[in-house]
């Protein structure tokens, strides 16, 4: 296993190497100029558009539900575990850069929004199929249909193995272990040195029945359940950060200026030894920045597409609050509750891993008992986490359905081994999963980036087109 997890270290540092950085960002800025700095000036117009729905417009759930289904997915571990891995690597500076990459990202996700609408293919049925394989093929031209099925193999694969199941899962089993065993007494079985509690065991098993029982159900089911849960687990969350931050708020400056500082010059604060630099803290927060909200990924228009509107910018804009929900507002709570309480030496130093980071911030610094903030945060990485399976589960689906056809014969295979997957997740270990998250992430990146680049200009028309048409707002 050691000489696997080094293997799989070699292949994420050269995909997540200074090319596909430097090209995260530069499709990011390109959208930005191209679309007028529109993630400020039309946020508020975009926040509207997400509570309002458009009458006669075709597709399969509403504006807000396509959001919730997007956001199922994107605010996941990533927001909790993701953040703490991300300062553990790359210092408190990783958290600038994942702020940064977000800002750009918001474009990013605008125009995969806006292309989704655009470009989809809906049946007699009233069933929408789009994303980045039909914007690829059809705004590209079939002669890059290949570019597509990359993308669809490389996202299929990212939902199986990598951000849709095992990520997910693994977080909250750690979770519910730092809960109800973090001395690990009850020790259900051991496997080559690594011993499981039962709690393990038993969340896992609840997990990936309940999951089962959704997953079944299709993208309405889905849909449903993200509108309940991610609005009220996202909005407990924000409160918790909220309530920790202004009860350290004397300590406030002094971590922000920590983490513009170490975003620079890593080892002047730090030292050597860390083995912190710049590129590190870039690395790690873009990296993780992308696995929490997704932009440039190309999995979020897949539940765009499936919005009842007929307006592809109207979508774009609503597509676009996801990003700002999700890093803007929860990874920089999550990130300022660590560097506030100065959680994030545990993590850089190994002492503390994962969850087990960020429970340590909100015992340090929420004015609650040890035992009710290992609560509250194992209750919401544990609801994050599940919608994040359910929206990778529909995402992954639809990638299949593109390469194989309406076979449902495959589709349910497909099902029962991500069921399977969802099952082994909190067996393997911390630093394998998000490797390998991060390495699919990566490969499904590249052909998503290669096409909103091309297909800038047809976004920056859209947009300038719908605004002419609409000059009130």
């Known amino acids: 296993m050691e000489q696997f997890n080094r293997i799989l270290t070699s292949i994420n540092d050269f995909i997540w190497n200074i090319p596909l950085i430097v090209l995260i960002l530069a499709v990011g800025i390109l959208l930005t100029i191209r679309v007028g700095v529109l993630q400020i000036h039309k946020l508020p117009l975009a926040l509207k558009y997400m509570l309002s729905d458009e009458k006669e417009a075709e597709g399969e759930v509403s504006a807000f539900g396509a959001l919730c289904t997007a956001l199922s997915a994107t605010i996941g571990t990533g927001n909790i575990v993701g953040v703490a891995t991300a300062i553990a690597a790359g210092g408190p500076g990783a958290l600038f850069w994942m702020e940064l990459a977000a800002f750009f990202g918001m474009a990013t996700k605008y125009a995969e929004g806006l292309l989704a609408v655009k470009y989809r293919e809906i049946d007699k049925n009233g069933k929408v199929l789009g994303g980045p394989f039909y914007y690829i093929e059809k705004g590209l031209g079939r002669k890059w249909r290949w570019l597509a099925k990359i993308f669809a193999v490389f996202a299929m694969f990212a939902g199986l193995f990598g951000i849709g199941t095992i990520t997910q899962v693994n977080g909250i089993a750690s979770a519910v272990q730092n809960f109800f065993d973090p001395r690990l007494e009850s020790i259900a079985?051991?496997?080559?040195?690594?011993?499981?509690?039962?709690?393990?065991?038993?969340?896992?098993?609840?997990?990936?029945?309940?999951?089962?029982?959704?997953?079944?159900?299709?993208?309405?089911?889905?849909?449903?359940?993200?509108?309940?849960?991610?609005?009220?687990?996202?909005?407990?969350?924000?409160?918790?950060?909220?309530?920790?931050?202004?009860?350290?708020?004397?300590?406030?400056?002094?971590?922000?200026v920590l983490i513009v500082k170490s975003a620079f010059a890593p080892q002047a604060i730090f030292g050597g030894a860390v083995g912190i630099t710049i590129k590190t803290a870039m690395q790690n927060g873009i990296a993780r920045g992308i696995f929490s909200n997704e932009a440039g990924l190309g999995s979020a228009p897949i539940a765009a597409a499936a919005a009842k509107t007929k307006e592809p910018v109207r979508q774009g804009l609503v597509c676009m609050t996801g990003t700002f929900f999700d890093t803007i507002i929860i990874c920089t709570m999550t990130g300022l509750s660590i560097v506030l309480t100065g959680t994030y030496q545990f993590a850089m130093e190994g002492s503390l891993k994962g969850a087990a980071v960020t429970t340590k911030a909100f015992e340090t610094g929420l004015p609650f008992s040890n035992s009710v903030c290992a609560f509250l945060l194992m209750i919401c990485l544990a609801f994050f986490a599940f919608t994040t399976i359910l929206g990778w589960d529909y995402y992954s689906e639809r990638c299949l359905q593109y390469l194989v056809g309406d076979k449902k014969k495959i589709l349910m295979t497909y099902k029962a081994l991500y069921i399977a997957a969802i099952l082994?997740?909190?067996?393997?270990?911390?630093?394998?999963?998000?490797?390998?998250?991060?390495?699919?992430?990566?490969?499904?990146?590249?052909?998503?980036?290669?096409?909103?680049?091309?297909?800038?200009?047809?976004?920056?028309?859209?947009?300038?087109?719908?605004?002419?048409?609409?000059?009130k707002l």
């Open 189 to 256: 079985f051991s496997v080559s040195g690594n011993s499981y509690s039962w709690a393990v065991v038993i969340s896992g098993i609840i997990v990936t029945v309940c999951a089962a029982l959704v997953i079944i159900g299709g993208i309405k089911r889905i849909s449903k359940v993200s509108q309940v849960i991610v609005p009220f687990m996202a909005l407990l969350y924000f409160v918790c950060c909220i309530i920790l931050i202004i009860t350290n708020i004397t300590k406030l400056p002094d971590a922000i």
């Open 424 to 471: 082994i997740g909190p067996y393997l270990t911390i630093s394998f999963v998000w490797r390998l998250a991060d390495i699919f992430n990566g490969l499904m990146a590249l052909p998503n980036l290669i096409a909103l680049f091309a297909l800038s200009g047809v976004v920056a028309a859209e947009t300038k087109s719908y605004f002419s048409r609409n000059k």
